[in-house]
């Protein structure tokens, strides 16, 4: 039997635990975790996710500081706002919503947040701690499929691991944790040749390319773990859409000893890694509340 890593069900025991500590640890710190979001335009998919966010924010008993913006805010003004924020005793986690409008520096915005307030684990000097192997705050969807893996029992120590995508925001921070927990790992992208016969030789598979269905049976041996980061809409033959993933999900199922759906799967995990991390900077406030090993989910 296939076991299906349920994200949404891990979700919300990680929500669940979280809000234990938050109405634990608030009356001591004085206020409860801030969590703002800054949104610049109107993407559709965009306003959707932070809704989600502010409703997860709401569950836990996370402040939220939304910063919806027009899309011709300027990066000045920006850039002001972070240094704001940054500054703001309320906020313990601040989270830049990509993608920005093109006249919008965002690897400037990303660098401009504190180091501290990362909620995204995305600053250099986050990134820089993961390399090193040190505690940090860790970018969220990668440090999401690795609490999955746990929850699950699914020991990657020693495996052989290929993570399709190179992305600063998944590919590459999934492959120095993939790493951190000594498996073997090999990253792949567009250019990589013969991927197929690389993917197939894999315990672990990590599909983070965005490309609906791309993998197929052949990409997978029989037995492997199959995590499924892709998120992408497409138009069904009733002129609706739907959620799918990198991976043809009812195809490779019956072939992985365990798989991600989508949606269900990543998706969910995400939001609460998002949640964990502000909280886990809010701690950081009282030193007795600072945990061990850099982690409330141990």
């Known amino acids: 039997m296939t076991q299906i890593l349920d994200g949404k069900a891990l979700a919300k025991a990680t929500q669940a635990k979280l809000t234990t500590?938050?109405?634990?640890?608030?009356?001591?710190?004085?206020?409860?975790?801030?969590?703002a979001v800054i949104m610049v335009g109107d993407?559709?998919?965009?306003?959707?996710?932070?809704?989600?966010?502010?409703?997860?924010?709401?569950?836990?008993?996370?402040?939220?500081?939304?910063?919806?913006?027009?899309?011709?805010?300027?990066?000045?003004?920006?850039?002001?706002?972070?240094?704001?924020?940054?500054?703001?005793?309320r906020v313990d986690g601040i989270l830049l919503q990509l993608p920005v409008p093109n006249h919008i520096n965002d690897v400037i915005l990303l660098n401009t947040i504190s180091p501290e307030k990362d909620a995204d684990g995305l600053?250099?000097?986050n990134m820089g701690r993961l390399v090193r192997g040190e505690m940090g705050l860790r970018s969220c969807t990668p440090f999401g499929v690795m609490q999955l893996l746990h929850a699950?029992?699914?020991d990657v120590a020693g495996k052989r691991a290929v993570v399709l995508g190179r992305s600063i925001l998944v590919g590459k921070p999934m492959a120095l944790m993939l790493l951190e927990a000594?498996?073997?790992?090999?990253?792949?992208h567009s250019l990589t040749t013969n991927l197929?016969?690389?993917?197939?030789?894999?315990?672990?598979?990590?599909?983070?390319?965005?490309?609906?269905h791309f993998i197929t049976p052949e990409y997978i041996q029989p037995g492997a773990v199959v995590i499924d980061v892709g998120i992408n809409r497409i138009e069904t033959a009733e002129g609706k859409y739907r959620l799918v993933g990198d991976v043809d999900y009812e195809a490779v199922s019956p072939m992985a000893s365990a798989i991600t759906p989508v949606p269900g799967g990543v998706g969910p995990m995400?939001?609460?890694?998002?949640?964990?991390?502000?909280?886990?900077?809010?701690?950081?406030?009282?030193?007795?509340?600072?945990?061990?090993?850099?982690?409330?989910?141990?």
């Not at 672990?204 to 490309?211: D, E, K, W």
């Open 152 to 154: 699950n029992d699914i």
């Open 43 to 89: 993407n559709p998919a965009s306003a959707a996710y932070v809704r989600n966010k502010e409703r997860a924010c709401d569950r836990v008993g996370i402040a939220s500081f939304g910063q919806k913006l027009p899309g011709d805010t300027s990066q000045k003004y920006l850039e002001g706002l972070i240094a704001e924020l940054n500054a703001d005793d």
């Open 182 to 188: 000594d498996a073997t790992v090999v990253m792949a």
């Open 270 to 298: 995400t939001v609460a890694i998002l949640l964990h991390n502000t909280v886990l900077s809010y701690c950081q406030r009282l030193p007795e509340l600072a945990p061990e090993g850099g982690t409330l989910l141990s």
């Open 123 to 125: 600053h250099p000097a």
């Open 196 to 212: 197929a016969e690389l993917t197939r030789s894999a315990d672990i598979v990590v599909s983070a390319i965005g490309q609906p």
């Open 21 to 35: 500590k938050v109405q634990e640890w608030a009356p001591k710190v004085g206020r409860p975790p801030g969590l």
